[in-house]
């Protein structure tokens, strides 16, 4: 589905653990690492595609995960000309995404390759929280900037470490 401007629909999925870091996963074959990612399907809500894409691309169902926010509205980033296939109609020029960044919450050994029909992953590593922004292909680096400074505030913050009280020494 590709809408009046040329720009496909799709879910970005940021998967953050306990330590704030994010789940980085290469692409199958590829020194190519990104976010899980998907179109999202005629008749289908953003939050329907979010949940099939992290099942299909991941293994992640519902209850592994709980989801923290997502972008008030969608991102846009323009495939280079060379990825634009010339004879598709309508034409696809890039993809408006909403981001969505979610808690896991299950064992991280839950997280799988072969559940959706074609795997496009064959590899995953938890990733500083910025890390992304240097290292996904060029063109997706201003949506990747833009989804991670505005959802990033919604990481539930750690608690403040302890201290313990220091006792007055007695002069006496």
């Not at 992953?121 to 292909?137: A, G, L």
Request: glycine share 6%.
């Amino acid at each position: 589905m590709i809408d009046v401007d040329g720009f496909r629909p799709n879910v970005g999925i940021m998967l953050a653990n306990a330590r704030h870091e994010l789940l980085w996963a290469r692409r199958i074959g590829q020194n190519a690492w990104q976010f899980p990612q998907g179109g999202i399907d005629p008749g289908e809500s953003a939050e329907e595609a979010l949940f099939r894409e992290l099942y299909e691309e991941i293994g992640l169902g519902e209850a592994d995960v709980e989801i923290l926010g997502c972008t008030r509205g969608w991102l846009r980033y323009y495939l280079p000309k060379r990825f634009i296939r010339r004879n598709a109609w309508p034409r696809c020029i890039g993809q408006k995404q909403v981001w969505f960044l979610l808690r896991l919450t299950a064992p991280e050994d839950r997280v799988r390759f072969d559940l959706g029909p074609k795997p496009e992953f064959d590899h995953w590593r938890w990733v500083p929280y910025w890390h992304p922004v240097n290292e996904v292909v060029f063109f997706k680096r201003r949506v990747y900037r833009r989804a991670l400074q505005e959802l990033e505030p919604l990481l539930p913050r750690p608690p403040a470490p302890r201290l313990r009280p220091q006792l007055p020494h007695n002069s006496a």
